[in-house]
């Protein structure tokens, strides 16, 4: 297998050098349940991650509760399957244990620190590891523990050698800054696109500022930002694709994100590149971003989207895309990337 080779960022201050995309192994896990992308089928799966690694991909991020065990299940299929110094570094979050008699009851967000163990030690077996190299909780409790006990199980996770990096997903800056206290955040992980631009007012910077890593995920707003999304497309969705029901699939949030969408078209034409590699690189042009996750059913799918790894934007293409966010009033945020350590202007609202 002949691998190319992308560029790499530092994971905040762990060692870790990431390539600046990563493989989402959300989609992969399937359907039937609360939070799935309908029918998917695992050969497509394997060959899609298999694709990542070919065009230099060097992490894959997944977790638990991603069809319910099934998308770390296969990810540990493809761990098998390669040679030791050919595997990729795997990440996983925890803290949404499931029903087990109710595969569409949506899972709790527990950080108990029993339920974390017993979640990370599951996703070992899964994935057919003996250490996991970046753990994360998946979303804030909701259960009534404190951060405090959660965040100290994840460092007896970590001195006991099952997981090598601590991080967390979806965390506010109060958490983070109770986490903080007690043992370092490797890494965090927030949704960030040109849709959804909060993280850029608050978790970024305070990464950037703690040496933390921040790998962002659904860059694409899970699809929207891609050359051949529709409304058709929303109607074809199988019926157990979670994104009928999601809040930027609805109008009038999809049509001003469609109109977003369009106004990238041009760019990606001049770079000639897609728009999905424009939505990608526009995320990696934030300092204090490591990297993004990015998601893919098939390996076709992979291909248009991968130039974005090494797309860097121009000024001109930064502000064109603020005066489109402006203009169609998709999404809200700060709008371009700063470059004096403040967060850029051009802020869009709903």
Known sequence: MTVTMLPTRPLGSTGLSLTTVGFGAWAIGGGDWSYGWGPQNDADSLAAMRRALELGINWIDTAAVYGLGHSEELVGRLLRGLEPTRRPLVFTKGGLPWDQTDRMREPVQNLQPASIRRECEASLRRLGVEQIALYQFHWPDQTG??????????GRLIDEGKVRFGGVSNFSVDLLERCERMRHVASVQPP???????????????????????????????????????????????????????????????????????????????????????????????????????????????????????????????????????????????????????????????
């Not at 523990?145 to 994840?154: I, K, L």
């Open 145 to 154: 523990v404190a951060v405090d006990e959660s965040w100290a199980e994840m």
């Open 192 to 350: 960030f696109s040109m849709i959804r631009r909060g993280a850029a007012a608050d978790v970024i910077p305070w990464c950037a500022g703690h040496g933390t890593g921040v790998i962002v995920y659904s860059p694409m707003q899970t699809g929207i930002l891609t050359d051949s999304f529709s409304l058709e497309r929303i109607a074809r969705m199988a019926d157990d694709d979670w994104r009928r029901k999601g809040q930027e699939f609805q109008s009038p949030r999809i049509e001003r994100s469609l109109a977003l969408r369009d106004a990238l078209r041009p760019i990606a034409a001049r770079h000639g590149t897609t728009v999905a590699a424009v939505a990608v690189a526009w995320t990696l042009a934030w300092p204090g971003v490591t990297a993004a996750i990015v998601g893919a059913r098939a390996p076709e799918q992979v291909n248009g989207w991968i130039g974005g790894a090494s797309l860097t934007l121009t000024p001109e293409d930064l502000d064109e895309i603020a005066a489109a966010m402006t203009r169609t009033g998709a999404g809200k945020g700060p709008g371009r990337p700063w470059t004096d350590g403040v967060a850029g202007a051009f802020p869009a609202h709903e």
